[in-house]
């Protein structure tokens, strides 16, 4: 959060000294303000200054960091409310929960399935982030066993539950190095799990009964040294969680309420699979940092992934690709040409049919500023005859030996002017892109 | 420790529409129903009132139609030749609140039917089921002007929400709500600006803003929902703010989205990395619904009946 200079100057010594630089400590404050000094610029500010200055400019909810290497997750320092005032900025961590009665055989073929949890959508990869496991009966030795062994055949960070610090340890031996996320500190084991955490350097999850046990308990967690707090906010009720979650977001943003600063935790509880996906979704449009859920089954992640997908989008940011003749697959003068926007989302759906019908395809792309079809149409960013410039401009017929082109179905007015005043030949295509294949297969004809 | 109170004081509530008539209120339904009303954000009970949950409409046509996947034929074939039957089992079958009779078959380009046959579609929906109705035109703006007043007509004192006026299309449906006692569907193209300037078009000829719901459009998850999500979100907002050109149920469009978008109608063995499609179809309706239900929804209007069923299930859960 940014700090006025004010703010800044009723710490610092107000001896107008000049050391810094500065003729007065207001100037030097001001210029703090807009960060184009830094405060060691001054050497007479107390340490106890500095202490207070760097708290309240931290940012109002903490950023924290799961795993290492080759699967980090970052979570948290979320700005805004509601997606349109901003951005959302980092998107939810999905983690699945494995429990540990496990047999031997069962890890590695579940470990598997979760691995194969990624998809692709509009031209980018989307998965599951991490993996958590959940002690229940075994002993201390054998959880450990479990832990190694998925840390070994999975690069997704981990994240440990039990409420025993031994089980916990006796986990952490295998799998520090990989920064796990600890769940949970409660009433009764806080000081254990903190010592913990601090002990191995890895976030820790912090419990209570609500959310003003929960504040009270990290503060407490806070003064024993540990910072990567990460709130657990898991009702078993969907309506209480929701609830929760708003509250603790808003008491972050808009109350600058520190002891609630950090980003949250929640589980799904329901076991049916189309009201645990109702959960989940709730949870990622509204403020869960990390989701963990037990379905693992593909329709259901695939859903999910795309929630998280789409309410994470940046609004600001027009999903637009260039705009310019794509060649897919090993084209030749007789290959299909197609014409579509330059929308991510339009043009990555068109490309994965495409791709799919497995016939190699020209795609020309038209410049509709990020537009798709219809809004392209609907805006005035796109007609038969900014098409037919497109085409020539890209040069295609340098490229194809024949006349015809495929233009989307939800725009079949452009063809005639394309035919009349442009000598293309134009096929309209279908109207949905998943059409495409069936009808480069059987429509397509070079004339 | 004692925390902030975070709740917040909102200016003014969304407007309650009732829709549907009982014996008590002139018409022949079996219940009335009602949406809006709320004093706060969309399941914050801490912060306010929520006194009417979300309500599913349940989709039929008055035509056989031709597109509709094998996964909704199959609950469906057998009744759809006849809209009082088909929607007869919605209701009873799959417990849809209310039944949304889209007139398809008027459309010019298609079957272009004409008033007469609207009509009797709208009476035999009102003879055999109970539910209120909502009945929606072919979505071209001179056809509906012709076969909306029949419709409106035969219906009067039933408290039907009619769909829909636009910006450039409201004289004909807002005179027909007025005088046959009906409520209207405003409809906007994703536009924050566009959807008020609609209601005020309708209230300036005399409509009452309590009459009117607001249709944002509708995209399917994946296909644009997030656009949708923040209007329906910035338009909330400014409703509970003091904006009374906002401060409308809303109602979602999203059985014929879902049922376009590609994983929901390809099959297993196209993408086996998508698993199952019996469950993945519904699946993907529903959880456009989930989402909308976030942003603000009142109104869902959707296809199939596992959708239906875990949405009023999961509605539930989120309502006192
Ligand atoms: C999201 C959205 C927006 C977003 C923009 C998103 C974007 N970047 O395009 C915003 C909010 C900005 C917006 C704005 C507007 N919108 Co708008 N919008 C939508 C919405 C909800 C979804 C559109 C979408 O993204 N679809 C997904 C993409 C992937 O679809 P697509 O591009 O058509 O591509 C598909 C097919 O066409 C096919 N395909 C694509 N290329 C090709 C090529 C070939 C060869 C083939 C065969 C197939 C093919 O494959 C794709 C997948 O099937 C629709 C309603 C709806 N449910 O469809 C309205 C809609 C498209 N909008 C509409 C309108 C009117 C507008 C505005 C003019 C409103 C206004 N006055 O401000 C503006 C126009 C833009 C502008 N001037 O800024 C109308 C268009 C009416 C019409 N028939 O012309 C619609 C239909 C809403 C409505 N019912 O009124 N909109
Ligand atoms: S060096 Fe420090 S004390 Fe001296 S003027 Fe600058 S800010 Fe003030």
Redesign the pocket.
């Known amino acids: 959060m940014a700090l006025t200079g004010l703010e800044i100057y009723k710490n610092l010594p107000k001896t107008n000294c000049g050391d810094c630089n500065f003729p007065t400590c207001m100037a030097f404050a001001m210029q703090l303000a807009a960060k184009r000094v830094s405060l060691d610029q001054c050497p007479h500010v107390s340490e106890e200054a500095k202490a207070t200055l760097a708290e309240a400019s931290a940012p109002p909810m903490r950023l924290v960091k799961i795993g290492k290497d080759k699967n980090p997750l970052e979570i948290g320092q979320e700005t805004v409310l509601f997606r349109h005032q901003e951005k959302f900025h980092r998107p939810t961590g999905i983690a699945i929960k494995l429990k540990d009665n496990l047999r031997e055989g069962e890890i590695d073929k579940e470990v598997e399935e979760i691995n194969g949890l990624k998809f692709t959508r509009v031209g980018e990869e989307i998965s599951i982030n991490l993996i958590a496991i959940e002690h229940t009966g075994v002993s201390a030795e054998e959880y450990a066993r479990l832990v190694g062994k998925v840390k070994e055949k999975s690069n997704f960070p981990l994240i440990l539950i039990s409420p025993k610090p031994e089980v916990i340890e006796a986990a952490l031996g295998v799998s520090s190095e990989g920064n796990p996320l600890i769940y949970v500190a409660n009433k009764e084991n806080y000081e254990g799990m903190a010592s913990l955490a601090k002990k191995y350097r890895c976030p820790l999850c912090v419990e209570g009964k609500d959310l003003e046990e929960l504040a009270e308990r990290t503060a407490e967690i806070k003064k024993l040294g540990v910072e990567d707090i990460v709130l657990s906010i898991d009702s078993d009720r969907a309506m209480d969680t929701l609830q929760d979650l708003t509250r603790s977001r808003r008491l972050a943003l808009e109350k600058k309420f520190r002891p609630l600063g950090y980003p949250t935790i929640t589980f799904t509880t329901e076991k049916d699979s189309f009201q645990e996906v109702g959960q989940a979704t709730t949870y990622i449009c509204k403020y869960g940092g990390i989701l963990v859920i037990e379905g693992k089954k593909k329709w259901q992640i695939l859903p999910l992934l795309t929630v998280r997908q789409n309410i994470y989008t940046d609004p600001q940011v027009?999903?637009a690709v260039e705009a310019k003749l794509y060649e897919i697959g090993g084209v030749s003068s007789n290959s299909p040409l197609?014409?579509?926007?330059n929308?991510s989302?339009?043009y990555f759906?068109?490309e994965g049919?495409v791709t799919n019908s497995k016939i190699p395809t020209y795609i020309s792309v038209v410049e509709t500023e990020?537009?798709?079809?219809?809004?392209?149409?609907?805006?005035?960013?796109w007609s038969a005859e900014k098409i037919g410039k497109t085409l020539e401009e890209q040069k295609v017929k340098e490229k194809v030996g024949h006349n015809s082109v495929?233009?989307?179905?939800?725009v079949a007015v452009f063809r005639a002017e394309l035919e009349e005043d442009f000598g293309w030949k134009v096929l309209v295509?279908?109207?949905?892109?998943?059409?495409?294949p069936a009808?480069l297969k059987n429509e397509w004809k070079v004339n | 420790m004692t925390i902030p109170d975070v709740k917040q004081k909102w200016a003014n509530p969304i407007n309650t529409v009732t829709i549907g008539a009982a014996k008590e209120g002139g018409g022949t339904r079996t219940h009335t129903i009602s949406v809006g009303g709320s004093t706060t954000l969309p399941f914050l009970h801490f912060e306010g009132e929520i006194p009417h949950r979300p309500v599913v409409a349940m989709e039929i046509l008055d035509i056989v139609p031709e597109d509709w996947h094998p996964l909704l034929s199959k609950y469906f074939s057998d009744v759809w030749d006849n809209p009082g039957k088909w929607a007869k089992k919605c209701v009873e079958e799959f417990g849809a609140d209310l039944i949304c009779l889209r007139l398809a078959g008027c459309d010019p380009d298609g079957k272009n039917q004409g008033p007469e046959e609207a009509a009797t579609a709208v009476k035999s929906v009102l003879e055999t089921t109970g539910v209120p109705l909502i009945i929606w035109g072919c979505g071209n703006d001179d056809k509906d002007n012709e076969v909306l007043p029949k419709c409106s007509e035969v219906s009067a004192g039933e408290r039907c929400l009619l769909g829909s006026i636009t910006e450039d299309n409201y004289k004909t449906l807002v005179a027909l709500c007025k005088a046959d006692g009906h409520k209207l569907i405003a409809?906007?193209?994703?536009?924050i600006n566009?959807a008020k300037q609609v209601n005020i078009l309708a209230t300036d000829l005399g409509l009452d803003a309590e009459d009117i719901v607001i249709y944002p459009?509708?995209?399917?998850l994946g296909?644009?929902i997030e656009?949708?999500y923040s209007?329906m979100e910035r338009g909330r907002l400014a409703g509970l703010s003091g904006d009374k050109m906002w401060a409308m149920p809303i109602l979602c469009d999203i059985g014929k989205?879902v049922w376009?978008a590609?994983e929901a109608i390809v099959s297993q063995n196209e993408v086996p990395q998508w698993g199952s499609q019996e469950e993945r179809g519904p699946l993907w309706e529903a959880t456009t619904a989930y989402v909308y239900l976030l942003a603000g929804t009142d109104i869902l209007i959707m296809r199939h009946p596992k959708a239906v069923k875990e949405v009023k299930k999961y509605i539930n859960k989120l309502i006192v």
């Open positions: 027009p999903n197609i014409v579509t926007t929308f989302l339009t759906t068109v049919e990020g537009l798709g079809v219809l809004n392209a149409y609907a805006g005035d960013k495929i233009i989307p179905g939800l295509g279908p109207e949905e892109a998943a059409r495409i009808f | 409809e906007s193209p994703v536009d566009i459009t509708s995209g399917a296909y644009g656009y949708v209007i989205e376009k590609k």
